[in-house]
């Protein structure tokens, strides 16, 4: 995987956020109706995942919306990204 590499959600995925006292994070699969329940970070990096924008600008994002560890950061955007192809979460463009 590239730092300019573009990926999109898959049409078969929808995210949700629920902003009720305690604030809940879910990933819908719209086809079979799987939920997987996320945490914020995690809902944040699939949110900006676009079809525009390449993972180093995903991760400027997040980087300053949580202020976290640059290098820890990378771990876990590449972490999650290669869950989410896996799983055909997202694709890549």
């Known amino acids: 995987m590239q730092k ?3 990926f999109k959600l898959s ?3 929808n995210l949700h956020k629920e902003d009720l006292k305690d604030k809940k994070y879910y ?3 719209i086809k079979d109706g799987d ?3 996320l945490n914020e970070v995690s809902f944040e990096i699939l949110r900006v995942i676009d079809g525009i924008k390449t993972l180093q600008d995903i991760h400027n994002i997040i980087f ?3 202020s976290v560890n640059r290098d820890v950061l990378w771990k876990d955007v590449f ?3 290669k869950r989410c192809i896996h799983e055909n979460v ?3 463009l």
Do not use: G, R
């Open 4 to 6: 300019s590499d573009i």
């Open 11 to 13: 049409d078969d995925w």
């Open 27 to 29: 990933l819908f699969n």
């Open 35 to 37: 939920v997987v329940k």
């Open 64 to 66: 300053c919306e949580f």
């Open 79 to 81: 972490s999650l990204i």
């Open 90 to 92: 997202i694709i890549k």
